[in-house]
């Protein structure tokens, strides 16, 4: 009889701890999922206060210089993309007109037009360490995915795996090269 009762709670203190344990992983998923979408609205509002920013810049340089410096924002398309592929297109956007810029040095120096590069790149740098916090949690919230006991919680709440912004190892190994 003694057996029977130290085996029965055996069992009831194993489930429990089991329990215990399920229930600490799904408030990870929990916070880790909070941190994802909170970055990624974050990055939604940055991404288009540099959309606008660099739309002022462009007009602002089409008045200063030309229109052949200045791609054509009207003509992106940022509708169709993804988040990510948003970004890139910023991003590229970003550096042609500054390699533009640094070759035609020939415009007369403006103040407005300054302080407008100078806040793009404040917002390029929060883009950039927003983008890397996004990933960092992605990446664990992944990986939660996929080892076990977490996976056995992420399979009962169906979560799906979280895409990341990959070209931040292709910028490192462009560093790299050099």
């Known amino acids: 009889m003694e057996l029977y009762i130290l085996i029965g709670i055996s069992i009831i203190v194993v489930t429990v ?3 215990i344990v399920l229930f600490n992983y799904r408030n990870k ?3 880790y999922d909070i941190k994802v979408e ?3 609205n974050e990055l939604q509002v940055l991404y288009e206060t540099k959309k606008q920013l660099l ?3 462009c007009n602002k340089v089409e008045e200063v210089v030309d229109k052949d410096v200045v791609p054509n924002i009207d003509e992106m398309g940022f509708e169709e993309l993804s988040k990510f592929e948003f970004s890139k297109t910023l991003s590229d956007m970003e550096n042609k007109l ?3 810029m640094n070759l035609r040095r ?3 120096p403006d103040e407005e037009l300054a302080s407008l590069f100078n806040f793009l790149e404040d917002v390029s740098v929060d883009c950039t360490s927003v983008e890397k916090y996004y990933n960092d949690n992605a990446i664990y ?3 939660m995915l996929k080892k076990f006991p977490s996976n056995i919680v992420g399979k009962f709440k169906h979560y799906d795996i979280k895409d990341t912004y990959d070209y931040e190892k292709e910028e490192m190994f462009e560093i790299l090269k050099d």
């Open 17 to 19: 701890i089991f329990f």
């Open 29 to 31: 998923y929990v916070i």
């Open 38 to 40: 909170s970055s990624s």
């Open 55 to 57: 739309t002022s810049i």
């Open 98 to 100: 500054l390699e533009e």
């Open 106 to 108: 020939a415009f007369v």
């Open 141 to 143: 919230f992944n990986k």
